[in-house]
């Protein structure tokens, strides 16, 4: 091993986060020359020989994980979940129509604040008065008559929890800010007709968005004086290639797509790791007397990312100080939460989760 390896963290940041050891070995080894190209990833052209087959094969990876077939949309956009928080509703939300949101966590907090600058938005379901500790049941998610659509987020990064499974809206689209949980399990997309994810979480390096969507629900884009680069349209008429695309964040996410489907053998396998992996955390956080608290209710738990708080604000500077010298690092919680937050993504070892653990265990009993 290299020096460089050797000196990897636990790496438990929200995002930017963790990639597989054996991508960055392989971008290091192909970044002076990508075979066959004669030049760096860097270096080439989006329209060049060696470009082109990378992003038919990344979209093709995808379906291929989601099991979705050619009635879908992949698209590799720029400006971050972010810009699909203006995007959905500048595109679908025309005047007269109505959207349903669900307000589960700060990030959908953020997609309402910008669908309200362009449209009618109805809030169905608002988790702040518990706090966002918990996901809408099924019973408690109701659509408006005449919703354009329905728009979830299916992960809350910041509080930490998700939902334990697709929902089903029926005949109503569902829309879903899959960011910081996006490829960590199946995917039923019976249930829904557009999803988008920033990369950085779970899937690449940042600079690139992830959008798949049914090629019928795209279709109903209407928007004609958006600005060209805001139109669905315009990425789907030129397959991601109106402009150019982030050529090297999608070469990246092509070998973590190949990473999932050939190293870890598909999404079902990677949920199994991700449920190992999260459910030895909650154990430690259940197992400790009210020691460890958890932010998130149980059957709303993040597999991604885990909340927790300690029995004062004293103990969890201590805790992420004393977590930090031992490699164990970025476990500090959002500002607006508190607390401590492992993010545990897909490419996170099971090793850092096990060290994490007997830590905490250590931690507890010379500060209880
Ligand atoms: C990080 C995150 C975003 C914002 O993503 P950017 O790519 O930084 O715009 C949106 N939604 C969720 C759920 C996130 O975790």
Redesign the pocket.
């Known amino acids: 091993m290299t020096v460089a390896t050797t000196e990897r963290l636990f790496n438990f940041s929200a ?1 930017p986060a963790v990639l597989p050891l054996p991508v960055l070995q392989q971008v290091q080894q192909e970044l002076l020359c990508l075979p066959g190209a004669g030049a760096s990833i860097l270096e080439i052209s989006h329209r060049g020989p060696a470009f082109e087959p990378i992003l038919a094969e990344a979209q093709a990876n995808l379906k291929k994980l989601l099991g979705v077939g050619d009635d879908w949309q992949v698209l590799f956009l720029q400006g ?3 810009t699909q928080f203006s995007m959905v509703p500048m595109n679908f939300l025309t005047p007269g129509k109505s959207a349903d949101y669900i307000l589960c966590g700060a ?1 959908s907090k953020k997609a309402i604040a910008e669908a309200r600058k362009v449209g009618a938005v109805n809030v169905v379901w608002d988790g702040s008065s518990e706090k966002f500790t918990r996901m809408p049941r099924q019973s408690e998610m109701r659509a408006t008559s005449g919703t354009i659509y329905m728009h979830t ?1 299916s ?3 910041i509080e930490g929890v998700c939902f334990a499974e697709d929902p089903d809206l029926g005949e109503v689209p569902v829309v879903c ?1 899959t ?2 949980d996006f490829l960590s399990r199946p995917l039923d997309m019976s249930r829904y007709s557009f999803i988008y994810a ?1 990369a ?2 779970n899937v690449g390096p940042a600079g690139c ?1 992830l959008v798949v969507a049914r090629k019928e629900f795209l279709a109903r884009a209407g928007g004609e004086k958006l600005p060209v680069m805001l139109e669905y349209k315009t990425h789907v008429e030129n397959d991601s290639m109106y402009n150019t695309p982030p050529t090297f964040a999608i070469y990246v996410i092509n070998l973590v797509l190949r990473w999932l489907l050939n190293d870890v053998g598909g999404l079902e396998a990677m949920h199994r790791r991700n449920l190992e992996k999260s459910k030895l955390l909650y154990n430690a956080i259940d197992g400790s007397e009210g020691y460890y608290r958890g932010h998130a209710r149980s059957d709303s738990r993040s597999l991604m990312n885990v909340t927790f708080r300690l029995p004062s604000e004293e103990l969890e500077k201590k805790f992420a100080k004393e977590a930090e010298a031992r490699k164990l690092d970025g476990l500090k919680g959002h500002r607006s939460v508190g607390g401590m937050r492992a993010s545990i993504y897909n490419a996170f070892p099971i090793e850092g989760v096990q060290a994490l653990v007997t830590f905490m265990d250590e931690f507890r009993k010379a500060n209880g």
């Open positions: 995002g971050g979940a972010t990030w987020t992960n809350e990064t800010d960011s910081s920033g950085q979480k968005t």
